[in-house]
């Protein structure tokens, strides 16, 4: 399964990046994404990237957040910039078991396997 790094804590504006690695199965022939839960909240699609390099982003995010992937290291990041309070949460990664359409990138249901999820917190 996905196992998550990187989490912490930052002030508003700040940035930071979280990792996720994967040494199961073929990395090159999943698609992986993020997703965010709050405290009291429903887990949210942040991001995800396709086997081609397709990508897409919450409109939460869009300018803000960058997903990439090492397939060499069977890794793929997030990188955050201008963070801000509300993205506060537990991050979680996930990879899918098997195609993807690109509506179904940032839904849940459509993910597979999971990790245990890294906090981000952003204080002001």
């Known amino acids: 399964h996905p196992v998550e790094s990187g989490g912490g804590s930052v002030q508003a504006g700040g940035t930071m990046t979280v990792a996720c690695t994967v040494d199961?199965?073929?990395?090159?022939?999943?698609?992986l994404a993020w997703f965010r839960q709050a405290p009291g909240k429903a887990r949210e699609g942040v991001a995800a990237i396709d086997t081609d390099g397709s990508v897409k982003y919450a409109d939460s995010v869009k300018g803000r957040f960058t997903i990439s992937r090492d397939n060499a290291d069977n890794t793929m990041f997030l990188q955050m910039i201008n963070l801000e309070k509300d993205d506060t949460a537990l991050y979680y990664c996930?990879?899918?078991?098997?195609?993807?359409?690109?509506?179904?990138?940032?839904?849940?249901?459509?993910?597979?396997?999971w990790g245990q999820g890294t906090q981000v917190t952003v204080s002001s």
């Open positions: 996930a990879a899918a078991g098997g195609f993807m359409v690109p509506s179904s990138y940032l839904i849940p249901s459509k993910f597979k396997y």
């Open positions: 199961e199965w073929d990395f090159r022939s999943v698609c």
